[in-house]
């Protein structure tokens, strides 16, 4: 039985060093070292062998197949590195990788973000509202009926005599008011629309409204607020003004203007030389926008906001010609 052992290691050793590909190996693995292989076969003997030689004779044939197990191993992983060798054959491996192109927000997407998230963090819940929206939401529910002069500033595209592309997010807030009832911090993003293109203009741009309404709301209020954001989206330092305006659906009103970020108020092309750039416009809510919600005016008051994130950002950036962020060419998008 020993010199079975020993001469089918012999046998298997040769066999397997003459081994030159994975399909070889495997049909060694089968022949010798597999469930009905000849080193079972051999092994299933060991009872016949006599008590005294049996320890021995089982211990040299454990250490038998330890060895050719190690020597299969060993057989496989230097085929396997040889595979790779013919497969790397013509292939500099000096070369560089191949670069893998990542994508990132839409610089107005992230000013977005950024304005929203800092209205969030004041306690502003979220609302988006349709695009196509009604000559009703868009006008009338804010106080600015047929034949108004405002509705001149809004070069309206229309679908039909009562159906439009929305000119503003101000909708929102009438939409929002005839379904719940204060207390209310909402604010609304969205994309607006108006025929109207050059410079500082595109068709379509983004706007966020906000609104706040609830018993003894001030202008306070609101000058608290708009602080805030602008300190926090521009810099704890940039000084503010409120400068009284008019809007149909506020009452009082007020533009807000913001230290000019690139020549500091000492005056450059981008202010005008006035030291000053208008970020918003802004007031406290007129009755006349509560009663068509069915909202008393005695009871509740509030304050409203609306600012253009195609501005900020171009204001954030120092950017001087808005139509740069729909051109999509990546040498401009990348840089933010
Ligand atoms: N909707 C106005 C616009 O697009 C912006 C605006 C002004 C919104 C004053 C307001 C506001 O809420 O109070 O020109």
């Not at 062998?49 to 496989?76: H, W, Y």
């Not at 000019?260 to 030291?275: A, D, E, S």
Request: overall charge negative; glycine content about 8%; hydrophobic content about 40%.
């Amino acid at each position: 039985m020993e010199d079975e052992l020993l001469g089918l290691k012999n046998e298997a050793s040769t066999a397997l060093a003459a081994v030159e590909n994975k399909s070889g190996l495997e049909d060694f693995r089968v022949k010798y070292l597999g469930r009905k292989g000849l080193f079972s076969a051999v092994m299933r003997k060991l009872g016949q062998v006599s008590k005294e030689d049996r320890p021995r004779i089982g211990k040299l044939a454990n250490q038998i197949k330890k060895d050719l197990e190690s020597d299969f191993s060993a057989q496989l992983a230097a085929l396997d590195s040889q595979t790779l060798t013919t497969q790397m054959t013509g292939i500099d491996s000096t070369l560089p990788g191949r670069h893998v192109p990542f994508g990132k927000l839409h610089p107005v997407s992230q000013i977005m973000d950024e304005v929203c998230g800092i209205f969030e963090g004041l306690g502003f819940a979220v609302a988006e509202g349709p695009d196509v929206e009604t000559d009703f939401y868009n006008f009338e529910a804010l106080n600015i009926p047929p034949h108004h002069p405002a509705r001149d500033m809004h070069d309206t595209f229309y679908v039909d005599d009562k159906v439009l592309l929305r000119t503003h997010t101000s909708p929102m807030q009438a939409r929002i008011m005839e379904k719940e009832r204060p207390p209310l911090r909402v604010i609304a993003p969205g994309k607006v629309y108006r025929c109207d293109s050059d410079i500082t203009h595109t068709p379509m741009f983004h706007q966020v409204e906000g609104f706040l309404v609830d018993r003894k709301i001030s202008f306070a209020d609101l000058k608290g607020v708009l602080s805030v954001f602008v300190a926090k989206m521009f810099d704890s330092k940039t000084p503010i003004r409120f400068r009284p305006s008019f809007f149909p659906f506020t009452e009082p009103s007020a533009e807000i203007d913001i230290g000019c970020v690139i020549c500091h108020g000492k005056g450059c092309r981008v202010c005008k030389h006035t030291g000053w750039l208008e970020i918003l416009g802004a007031g406290l809510i007129d009755p006349e926008v509560f009663h068509r919600v069915g909202y008393d005016s005695e009871e509740f008051s509030g304050f409203a906001f609306g600012l253009g994130i195609e501005r900020i950002a171009m204001l954030k950036y120092g950017i001087n010609d808005i139509r740069l962020y729909y051109e999509n060419d990546l040498r401009f998008l990348t840089q933010f």
